[in-house]
């Protein structure tokens, strides 16, 4: 619909030109009131699209067809006033005939053919003839010849243009298109994992709570209450224990089967603090240097999913860089920006150009790289994205920006409804 806007500039502008030219430069009468007329109905329907094209709705093949189909009718009418076939801009239906094979569907492309036609056999016989001054008829067949040589050009030139454009469009739908596919195809596969991570919570479940019990036991039997040694190994077991039903728990809270707890509100300053003090307890690091730059604190909801992530970009960290880690907080006008760097050996060429993609990992065990993937979806689930990239001076650097909005409270109640 656009491309039809921009083409009825171009035709408005030149007919101005042509007849100016033909009435004044070589002193052809023309009958300028209904000529324009019918350009004025031009204008009037390229400002009427113009207003419908605010509303964001989808152009149909009927609203094409019927602005192709009234372009048509304008064109017979500026022809019949002006010498009807005899007039070489007469070849320009044929811009009308393209247009309508490109845009139209199979139907309508046929009726806006015959439309054509219909106006184009009508011209021979019915038109107002041009009356040169002096009558002279060779003068009038050299105008004639010079007239097709501009129409020819200018079809040329339009369909050229229009044809390049519309090719351009069906590229970017198509690129479009493979991008939603792709992602369609991955969140399926989120899916499944989720299904069977749900499924694996479940059932792991029963044997964790049995351990919790026996290890208990242990820790009142005489035998082993007065080994100081074995208690603290106990103790240890119990702990690590009691870690698994944590994350057991917190697979099923991200899966929605508990339904009863409330969304924690909290800030971003406290959401930050508390990702990497659990990512320092739960992993053995040398340093994770923590740096929140993110300014004036603002409330938001505290998401199970979202903490997994940026555990997940911390946690790659530390395996590729044991010794130091760093995470810094910023904002950047509405977005929440997470950087997590490592000194390690940074990322392959190859891991760079598959990263976030299921099964692309450095690590080579089974699964690897799920958890780089999972991260990518969530974050585009949230309308953010994330970038990875290796630092100048070694090493890697995950960027995660996070819009504001999808973290504020409003917005995760509508989530949690």
Same mark, same amino acid.
């Given at each position: ?6 083409? $009825?500039?171009?035709?408005?502008? /030149? ?38 094209? *605010? !509303? ?43 247009? /309508? ?23 021979? /016989? ?36 229009? %044809? ?40 792991? /479940?029963?044997? =964790?709570? !049995? ?31 009691? $870690?698994? +039903? ?20 909290? !800030?971003?300053?406290?959401? =930050? ?33 979202? *903490? ?16 130091? %880690? ?9 977005? =929440? ?19 976030? *993609?299921?099964?692309?990992? !450095? *690590? ?10 999972? %991260?990518?979806?969530?974050?585009? +689930?949230?309308?953010?994205? %994330? ?23 409003? +917005? ?6």
């Amino acid at each position: 619909m656009q491309q039809l806007v921009q083409l $009825r500039w171009i035709a408005v502008f /030149g007919q101005i030109v042509t007849i100016a030219t033909v009435h004044s430069g070589f002193g052809i009468a023309l009958p300028l009131a209904p000529m324009a007329a019918a350009l004025a109905a031009l204008v009037a329907l390229n400002a009427a699209t113009l207003l419908r094209l *605010k !509303t964001r709705a989808p152009a149909t093949n009927v609203e094409l067809f019927l602005q192709l189909a009234f372009d048509a009718a304008a064109l017979a009418t500026q022809l019949y006033l002006s010498g009807g076939v005899t007039n070489p801009f007469a070849f320009l239906f044929l811009l009308q005939v393209t247009l /309508g094979a490109v845009l139209l569907e199979a139907w309508s492309a046929w009726a806006l053919l015959a439309l054509a036609v219909a106006c184009f056999a009508g011209l021979v /016989g019915f038109h107002r003839p041009l009356e040169l001054p002096g009558g002279d008829e060779s003068e009038l067949f050299r105008l004639h010849i010079e007239g097709m040589f501009v129409c020819f050009a200018l079809d040329a030139i339009l369909v050229a243009t229009f %044809v390049a454009r519309m090719g351009r469009n069906v590229r970017e739908r198509d690129a479009r298109l493979a991008d939603l596919r792709q992602q369609a195809a991955e969140e399926t596969h989120i899916v499944r994992m989720g299904l069977l991570a749900s499924g694996a919570a479940h059932e792991l /479940g029963t044997p =964790l709570a !049995t351990l919790d019990v026996i290890l208990n036991d242990w820790r009142r039997m005489p035998a082993l209450a007065h080994n100081a040694e074995l208690l603290d190994e106990i103790e240890d077991m119990r702990a690590e224990v009691r $870690r698994c +039903k944590a994350i057991v728990t917190g697979i099923l809270l991200s899966a929605g089967e508990a339904r009863g707890d409330a969304p924690v509100v909290t !800030t971003v300053a406290v959401f =930050l603090d508390e990702v990497v003090a659990d990512r320092r307890g739960a992993r053995p690091v040398g340093v994770i240097a923590y740096e929140n730059g993110f300014g004036e604190d603002q409330p938001i909801v505290s998401d199970t999913g979202l *903490k997994q992530v940026i555990a997940t970009v911390i946690d790659n960290a530390i395996d590729a860089s044991p010794h130091w %880690v760093g995470v810094t907080a910023s904002r950047e006008a509405d977005a =929440l920006v997470i950087a997590v760097a490592d000194d390690g050996p940074g990322f392959a060429p190859e891991m760079l150009a598959n990263f976030g *993609k299921p099964y692309s990992s !450095t *690590k080579g065990r089974p699964g690897g790289g799920l958890g780089l993937f999972l %991260v990518v979806n969530v974050v585009r +689930k949230l309308g953010g994205a %994330v970038v990875a990239s290796n630092r100048p001076g070694g090493g890697a650097i995950v960027t995660l920006t996070l819009p504001l909005a999808a973290l504020a409270i409003g +917005k995760a109640r509508e989530d949690v409804g």
